[in-house]
C-alpha cells in the first residue's frame, strides 16, 4: 500500500461517487486532501469523517468552470499547503439526450464543466507543479469518450470525455519535461449518484453491455490510480 503520509492531494468533485471514493482513500491513507466541490455541505461532511479517523483535509466551494475561483483557490493552497502533489480532476456533468433534443444551453454547461472546468484546473496547478518539478495530474474521462457516447450518455458527453483525453495527452507532453505525470482514466458505468435516474429506468439494457455483468464500484475505479 502506498505511503501517501502529507502529501497534498486535491480532488474536483471530491464529494460524490468515483471523487468522495478517491478523496476518502487518501484520506485512509494519511494525505492532505482538499476537495472541491461545489456540494460544499456534503463536502464538509466527509472531511468530517475523515477526521474522526484520523486524517486530515478541508473543503472548498468551487465552480471549476469559474477560472476566477480556480486561481485564488491554487493561490490560498499555495500560501496554506506550500505544495500540491496530485489533482484528481473528477467534476463531472452526464446529459443523455438525443441530438434533436440537446439545446445549446445543456451543450455550452456538459462542455464547460467536463473539459473548461480540467483547462482551469490543469492551468492553474501547472506553475505550482513546475516549480516543484514534480506532480501527478488524475484526469477521469470515460469509456464513453470511446463509443461516442451511446447507452451510457449522448454523443455531446462522448465528446466531451473525448476532449479530455485530448487535453491530457497534450498536457502530458508539456508537463514531462518538468516531471508532472498527466494521465486519464476511462471508467465504464459505475453505480454512483451521477446515473442513478439512468439505472432507474435502463438498468438491464445498460448491464447486457457490460461484459462485467454489473455497474462498477467507485472503489474499483480508483484502485487504478492509488
Ligand atoms: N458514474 C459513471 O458511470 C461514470 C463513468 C465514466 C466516467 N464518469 C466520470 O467520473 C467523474 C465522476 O462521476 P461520478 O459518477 O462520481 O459523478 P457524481 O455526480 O456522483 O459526482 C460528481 C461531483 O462533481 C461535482 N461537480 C459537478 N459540477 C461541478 C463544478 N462545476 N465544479 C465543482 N464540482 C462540480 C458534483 O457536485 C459532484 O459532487 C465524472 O467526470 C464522470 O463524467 C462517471
Not at 486561481?71 to 480532476?89: P, R, T
Amino acid at each position: 500500500m502506498s505511503d501517501f503520509s502529507n502529501k497534498v492531494v486535491v480532488i474536483t468533485g471530491g464529494a460524490s461517487g468515483i471523487g468522495e471514493s478517491v478523496t476518502r482513500l487518501f484520506g485512509e491513507r494519511k494525505a492532505k486532501v482538499i476537495v472541491v466541490d461545489v456540494n460544499l455541505e456534503k463536502a464538509n461532511d466527509i472531511i468530517v469523517d475523515i477526521a474522526n479517523k484520523g486524517g486530515k483535509g478541508k473543503a472548498f466551494k468551487i465552480d471549476v468552470t469559474n477560472e476566477k475561483e480556480v486561481d485564488s483557490f491554487f493561490n490560498q493552497v499555495e500560501k496554506e499547503y506550500g505544495a500540491v502533489d496530485i489533482l484528481v480532476n473528477s467534476a463531472g456533468v452526464v446529459s443523455t439526450k438525443p441530438l434533436l433534443e440537446i439545446n445549446e444551453k445543456e451543450f455550452d454547461f456538459v462542455i464547460s464543466v467536463n473539459l473548461k472546468g480540467i483547462l482551469n484546473m490543469c492551468k492553474a496547478v501547472f506553475p505550482l507543479m513546475m516549480k516543484q518539478k514534480e506532480g501527478s495530474i488524475i484526469n477521469i474521462s470515460s469509456v464513453a469518450a470511446k463509443k461516442g457516447g451511446g447507452i451510457f450518455g449522448n454523443a455531446i458527453y462522448g465528446a466531451s470525455k473525448a476532449g479530455v483525453i485530448a487535453l491530457t495527452k497534450g498536457f502530458a507532453r508539456e508537463g514531462a519535461p518538468y516531471g508532472i505525470r498527466v494521465n486519464a482514466i476511462c471508467p465504464g458505468p459505475t453505480e454512483t449518484p451521477m446515473i442513478k435516474e439512468l439505472m432507474s429506468v435502463r438498468k438491464e439494457q445498460i448491464i447486457k453491455s457490460i461484459p462485467l455483468g454489473r455497474f462498477a464500484r467507485p472503489n474499483e475505479i480508483r484502485k487504478n490510480y492509488i
